[in-house]
């Protein structure tokens, strides 16, 4: 049995209309740990009376009829850090299907280390889209298509909705998305790296998992764009067809050799425009024989002509060239899920279920702009 962690917190702010209240906290599950911190599952009980849960959360009654909110996760991070208030800034000013909620938040001191820990309370998924490839790779097959355009198409309308903030998260990868399999839904976690980028002012390079870090990242780029998130996006969905992911070097400067393998020679005006200064391996030989075209199709030889080609236009080396999330979503290897009929298995169900993936917001069609309607015209 998992060890229970209860204590009472005397002010517990509420997210969504800033209300404090005292609460006690029930925590029961680790179920992540990094150097950020920790994410424990919990559940929280408001001590005044009739107190309403305003958004909707789940309700669970334990303990002889007591009331308890919940199931949430709680992320602990350091609160003296340089980062301490910004992903709560932005966790507060985002609000998105796709994106993870913010719940609650509140400062505790630990009694181990005597520190002030944040701890950020929100929603929680049953699991995430590492554990999914995991899931399916054990099995010997690739998550079904249905499932992956649903989740990928989810995963761009999220990054449309934050780089319309020029929010860029600068961590995109398996298991900073959330799923729930039952429903086939997605959400973006995480934000303990994002970052608002201001035109023209730099911002370190050294960011976002290896696997899936841009190349101008990678050649010390430090004045980047919210583009980086496509390149992560690219690598996401080049893993779910591939069950591994595409570029694994062994060191940051054998990931660019990695990711030459598929794209070729990165250009001279690469460098150039990423950063003049960089000194490294340019990979300038060609490594395969064929096109990049033929290349592309010998990788993924078991994918679909569409899911190759959205490849193509998001794993490219100049970022300006690059998909942005607008060109996903209307890319036609999401043609299936508007048609009337599109529905999906989650996995193990007997029964189909109807996906709602176009209940766009005005800011969202604002984005799209002159894209929207040949988005949400039917097929």
């Not at 150097?35 to 334990?62: D, H, M, Q, R, Y």
């Not at 050294?206 to 690598?235: F, H, N």
Request: glycine share 6%.
């Amino acid at each position: 049995m998992p060890e229970v962690n209860e204590y009472m917190i005397d002010r517990v702010t509420e997210n969504t209309t800033s209300a404090v209240t005292p609460m006690i906290v029930r925590e029961y599950n680790k179920i992540g740990e990094g150097a950020f911190g920790t994410v424990v599952e919990a559940v929280l009980k408001p001590l005044e009376p009739n107190t309403e849960e305003s958004n909707g959360s789940t309700t669970t009654i334990a303990n002889g009829g007591e009331r308890w909110l919940g199931p949430y996760a709680i992320k602990r991070v350091p609160a003296q850090t340089e980062y301490k208030s910004r992903e709560l800034e932005l966790l507060r000013v985002v609000n998105h299907p796709n994106i993870v909620s913010l719940r609650y938040f509140f400062d505790k001191q630990s009694k181990s280390d005597g520190e002030v820990y944040q701890n950020l309370v929100m929603e929680c998924l049953p699991s995430n889209l590492q554990n999914e490839i995991k899931y399916y790779k054990q099995s010997k097959y690739t998550i079904p298509y249905p499932h992956m355009k649903a989740y990928t198409f989810q995963l761009a309308r999220a990054m449309l909705y934050l780089h319309g903030f020029g929010i860029s998260h600068r961590d995109i990868k398996p298991s900073n998305i959330l799923v729930d399999p039952s429903t086939v839904t997605l959400k973006i976690c995480d934000f303990g790296s994002a970052k608002k980028l201001e035109p023209n002012q730099p911002s370190v390079s050294y960011i976002c998992s290896r696997y899936y870090r841009a190349p101008e990242l990678i050649v010390g780029c430090s004045i980047y764009s919210t583009k980086i998130d496509v390149w992560g996006l690219g690598c996401v969905v080049a893993e779910m067809f591939l069950g591994k992911p595409i570029f694994q070097g062994q060191t940051k400067e054998s990931q660019l050799k990695e990711i030459s393998k598929l794209l070729g020679p990165p250009p001279k005006t690469f460098f150039f425009k990423s950063n003049p200064h960089y000194r490294g391996e340019m990979y300038s030989t060609k490594l395969f024989s064929c096109t990049v075209e033929e290349r592309f199709e010998q990788i993924f030889s078991n994918s679909p002509p569409d899911a190759i080609d959205l490849l193509m236009k998001i794993l490219v080396y100049d970022p300006e060239v690059r998909s942005s999330p607008r060109r996903i979503l209307v890319h036609p290897f999401f043609h299936e899920l508007k048609r009337d009929k599109f529905q999906v298995y989650p996995r193990g169900a007997s029964e189909p279920i109807t996906l709602n993936l176009f209940n766009f917001s005005n800011y969202e069609l604002q984005l799209l702009g002159s894209l929207k309607d040949e988005l949400l015209t039917s097929v």
